[in-house]
């Protein structure tokens, strides 16, 4: 079910307000009860230190002031399942070659298993480069693809983190088949390599026990091309959406189920890659329409983002802030012209095995 997403200019306005306390005294007669050394004291408490990434508190700044780690990892049938993909804070879901690849950003819990990791592509460096130099985790790619993350590396927009750079930390497995068998541990990698940087947040929050906007829709439905589609259904108990995939549960290797607490879709322009006119390249630095689904609600949006530093602003269509459920989120790079929007209960019945 495809809905037109209306285009708009980003319009983000605070009103500001100030108040003035004015004390005066008109008596020269002084009141006994009160003390000439007395002060006032007022008690303050510091903001919560919340994950940039996910909204949810943090144990402390030391914690949040980490690098982040971005892996891309396989989403051919043959790479399923997946190894640390609930781990990620956002994955980022991208168009290649009719097919989809995944940008699994881990900041607030990084496993020390990840894959199958496979090979970088030109739409990598804008997507990672508001991520504080992020550590890359890939496995290569085309003469171009490696100078494209050299020259990004060299700029500090990304540490390059790949199999050629620190091959002891990556290991294929023997139980799977090349290509889609190498795997890579972000811990030692972070260990070895550190990072330059952290994070900022990447989108705006809702507040504590605040209630998502929007229309209540049983699951989402996504098309990202011609027979690669993904459909979200939301499971109210567990507070996220459950992701299906070619008519089956998206799990990872311990056989939990993928189940975002935020949707975003964003319908972003694509383009041929500067690096390989074969492969389609995501433009992420610009503005377009969207849908977001978190709360069992799905509702419309504009996302902008005007420079590669810079989060994804979304906005409603008054131009308000647009925000999230504090918690993982899968943002979906759809290009425009594909069809996204909400799916029937009896379509996400039969996806849980409930009905049809």
């Given at each position: 079910m495809s809905h037109p997403i209306r285009r708009s200019i980003l319009r983000l306005g605070a009103v500001v307000g100030a108040v003035a306390l004015v004390l005066a005294a008109c008596s020269s007669e002084v009141d006994p009860d009160v003390s000439a050394g007395a002060t006032s004291t007022t008690t303050t408490t510091a903001p919560p230190v919340l994950w940039p990434l996910t909204g949810l508190p943090a144990p402390d700044q030391a914690a949040v002031e980490q690098s982040a780690l971005v892996a891309k990892i396989d989403n051919n049938a043959d790479a399923w399942p997946h190894g640390g993909i609930n781990e990620a804070d956002i994955v980022y879901e991208i168009l290649v070659e009719g097919i989809t690849r995944f940008g699994a950003v881990f900041h607030s819990d990084v496993p020390d298993r990840v894959g199958p990791v496979r090979s970088a592509r030109s739409t990598d460096v804008d997507l990672v480069s508001n991520l504080g130099s992020p550590l890359l985790l890939w496995s290569g790619g085309n003469a171009n693809v490696v100078g494209e993350v050299n020259a990004a590396a060299a700029n500090g927009l990304l540490v390059n983190a790949g199999f050629d750079v620190i091959p002891a930390d990556y290991y294929r497995v023997a139980e799977r088949f090349a290509p889609h068998n190498l795997f890579a541990n972000p811990v030692a990698i972070r260990a070895t390599l550190g990072g330059a940087g952290f994070p900022g947040p990447l989108y705006g929050y809702l507040p504590t026990g605040a209630e998502a906007t929007g229309e209540p829709?049983?699951?989402?439905?996504?098309?990202f091309a011609p027979g690669s589609t993904v459909t979200w259904v939301w499971d109210a108990a567990a507070g996220c959406a459950l992701r299906f995939q070619a008519?089956?549960?998206?799990?990872?290797?311990?056989?939990?189920?993928v189940c975002a607490t935020n949707v975003v879709v964003q319908f972003t322009e694509y383009g041929p890659s500067t690096a390989d006119a074969r492969s389609p390249q995501a433009y992420t630095i610009g503005s377009g329409g969207g849908l977001v689904y978190t709360g069992g609600k799905v509702s419309l949006v504009n996302?902008?983002?005007?420079?590669?530093?810079?989060?994804?602003?979304?906005?409603?269509?008054?131009?308000?802030?647009?925000?999230?459920t504090p918690g993982t989120t899968w943002t979906?790079?759809?290009p425009n012209g594909e069809p996204a929007g909400p799916i029937t209960a009896d379509e996400a019945a039969l996806l849980l095995g409930l009905g049809g």
């Open positions: 829709a049983p699951g989402l439905s996504v098309t008519g089956v549960a998206f799990v990872d290797e311990a056989g939990v189920p996302w902008n983002r005007a420079a590669a530093p810079d989060g994804f602003a979304l906005t409603d269509a008054v131009g308000a802030p647009a925000l999230l979906a790079l759809v």
